[in-house]
């Protein structure tokens, strides 16, 4: 029993085979994928392929890099795709500070009015940070997100940073980076991060696993994901894995999967 919390199943690199894509996630064993919202406009897409499949569910929000384009009309946009069958969070929202692709005080304001959005809804959070440690957790802080949860998505720090985050009440999705023969901070982190508070994912198509490392990255190879975790806290990678699943349906307030 695997799952993959953050996928972007309607972007371009799916287009000529998404429905053979799906179809792999569910011979390698995943009950739960959550299709994130990939830019403006995006969340009705989400919202209309997770109809068509029972193991799909989606998010709605504004990435940071998008922030710049953030009105009134996205607003309602974000509110009334939230609001459809399947919604399980307004993510992915955050900062990023390293391609600083819209100005980084636009981004703050608009990490904060997604938050209050979600918090309105009573929906968790997605968060995506880069490079912006500080502001992030303080903006969380700040905004009480804590008491709507939510999930750091791709989880990129150490263990200083974990604790962050896990003192917020927040999990920790990990992705293909930790996987990555460099990353010792980041596996540190895995390692100490609490069974119960861990995630899998794989930002597919981006940050494809090792040994796959340079093609395009699918929902089915989150099973990579959770054996290099497994073996870092010297577990079976089906514990990690049923953890994991049973994580996601707890933060995103799903139905359990049979097991």
């Given at each position: 029993m695997h799952s993959d919390s953050h996928a972007h199943l309607t972007m371009q690199p799916f287009d000529d085979d998404r429905d053979a894509?799906?179809?792999?996630?569910?011979?390698?064993?995943?009950?739960?994928?959550?299709?994130?919202?990939?830019?403006?406009?995006?969340?009705?897409?989400?919202?209309?392929?997770?109809?068509?499949?029972?193991?799909?569910?989606?998010?709605?929000?504004?990435?940071?890099?998008?922030?710049?384009?953030?009105?009134?009309?996205?607003?309602?946009?974000?509110?009334?795709?939230?609001?459809?069958?399947?919604?399980?969070?307004?993510?992915?929202?955050?900062?990023?500070?390293?391609?600083?692709?819209?100005?980084?005080?636009?981004?703050?304001?608009v990490f904060r009015a997604q938050i209050r959005l979600a918090r309105d809804l009573g929906l968790?959070?997605?968060?995506?940070?880069?490079?912006?440690?500080?502001?992030?957790?303080?903006?969380?802080?700040?905004?009480?997100?804590?008491?709507?949860?939510?999930?750091?998505?791709?989880?990129?720090?150490?263990?200083?940073?974990?604790?962050?985050?896990?003192?917020?009440?927040?999990?920790?999705?990990?992705?293909?980076?930790?996987?990555f023969k460099n990353a010792r901070g980041l596996a540190d982190a895995a390692a100490f991060a609490p069974l119960d508070r861990i995630l899998t994912e794989t930002?597919?198509?981006?940050?494809?696993?090792h040994p796959h490392r340079g093609t395009r990255n699918e929902p089915a190879r989150v099973v990579l994901v959770s054996e290099k975790i497994a073996a870092l806290k010297g577990l079976a990678p089906e514990a990690v894995g049923e953890a994991a699943t049973r994580n996601l349906e707890a933060a995103f307030r799903i139905a359990p999967a049979s097991r």
């Open positions: 894509v799906i179809a792999r996630a569910r011979d390698a064993g995943l009950v739960h994928i959550v299709t994130i919202s990939s830019y403006i406009g995006d969340a009705a897409r989400c919202a209309d392929l997770a109809a068509r499949h029972d193991f799909i569910h989606f998010s709605a929000g504004v990435h940071p890099h998008e922030a710049k384009g953030w009105n009134v009309e996205v607003a309602r946009g974000i509110r009334d795709a939230a609001r459809r069958p399947k919604a399980v969070a307004i993510g992915e929202i955050g900062l990023d500070y390293h391609y600083d692709l819209s100005p980084r005080d636009v981004q703050r304001d968790p959070v997605v968060i995506h940070t880069r490079e912006a440690w500080d502001d992030t957790l303080a903006i969380l802080r700040d905004e009480g997100a804590a008491a709507g949860g939510g999930i750091f998505h791709c989880f990129s720090g150490g263990v200083e940073e974990a604790r962050g985050c896990l003192d917020l009440g927040f999990y920790l999705s990990f992705a293909g980076p930790v996987t930002d597919a198509p981006y940050l494809t696993p």
